[in-house]
């Protein structure tokens, strides 16, 4: 019966054009939050079916579907917060940080230093060094002032004024293919492919320098996402309202035959 189909082209609707606002409202939600990358969807028709006109064959869709979920990499605007192991990427790159067994790629540089001296993100994973080791400055409980250059070498300074010479260099990697990371949870990124490996961690590339005391803010545009929130909102009414009819239609029918 095609009124069936579309009740389901309406039914698809409702399910895909759901995950679209699902994406949209994750989007407003991390507005503020520290490098925040957002995302995008795009749709697809579903097959369609082949019916029989006058002229020959024709095809009428069956529904809607989600096609693909896009992260967008751009980089968003710096801002100073006066601390010193706040660090923000001005170009190209991300910071690594390690578990104990996994690594890590990520863009939110709000690190400090631990009680031991070694360098951590908020959740105490370590930050990975140019050398690919955790970054650790030696007899921590002396260390009156660190400095982070723009190439990431760090400066720290004891109590008697002498420098640590360790030379420790915050690394930061490359990803050609940024499509290939995989979103975790608090800003971390993984490939999503299990055969994959992040790059091992360098100095920054030409071009690339790592600010202190600025954090990179979240990319998401508010203005776009509301105008995406309401033509999304409408399309999802619209749906509603499809199968709304459909069903009518088909109690219509239902009623006749009973007469």
Do not use: C, W
Not at 61 to 76: C, F, K, P
Not at 135 to 163: E, K, Q, R
Not at 229 to 257: G, H, Y
Request: proline share 3%; aromatic share 6%; hydrophobic share 40%.
């Amino acid at each position: 019966m095609p009124l069936i189909g579309t009740l389901t082209s309406g039914v698809s609707a409702l399910r895909t054009f759901s995950k679209g606002l699902e994406v949209i409202g994750g989007n407003i939600a991390n507005v503020n939050t520290t490098a925040y990358k957002s995302s995008s969807t795009s749709f697809s028709d579903t097959f369609s079916n082949t019916v029989g006109t006058a002229s020959g064959n024709a095809q009428i869709g069956s529904g809607v579907q989600l096609a693909n979920i896009a992260t967008h990499y751009s980089q968003g605007a710096l801002t100073s917060t006066g601390k010193a192991t706040d660090l923000g990427i001005a170009g190209k790159g991300y910071f690594v940080v390690q578990d104990g067994a996994n690594d890590f790629a990520t863009r939110d540089g709000a690190f400090h230093f631990d009680s031991t001296g070694a360098l951590v993100n908020a959740q105490g994973k370590a930050v990975l060094s140019a050398s690919n080791a955790p970054i650790v400055v030696p007899n921590f409980s002396a260390v009156s002032n660190i400095s982070i250059g723009l190439d990431g070498t760090i400066t720290a300074f004891y109590n008697d004024g002498t420098p640590d010479d360790t030379s420790q260099q915050i690394g930061v990697i490359t990803v050609d293919d940024e499509s290939k990371l995989l979103k975790q949870a608090n800003n971390l990124f993984d490939f999503g492919s299990v055969s994959a490996t992040l790059p091992v961690p360098a100095a920054p590339v030409a071009g690339t320098k790592i600010q202190s005391g600025a954090l990179e803010q979240s990319n998401v545009d508010l203005t776009e996402q509301f105008a995406e929130l309401i033509t999304t909102q409408r399309s999802f009414q619209a749906a509603s309202r499809l199968v709304t009819v459909s069903d009518s239609v088909l109690e219509d029918i239902v009623n006749l035959k009973r007469s």
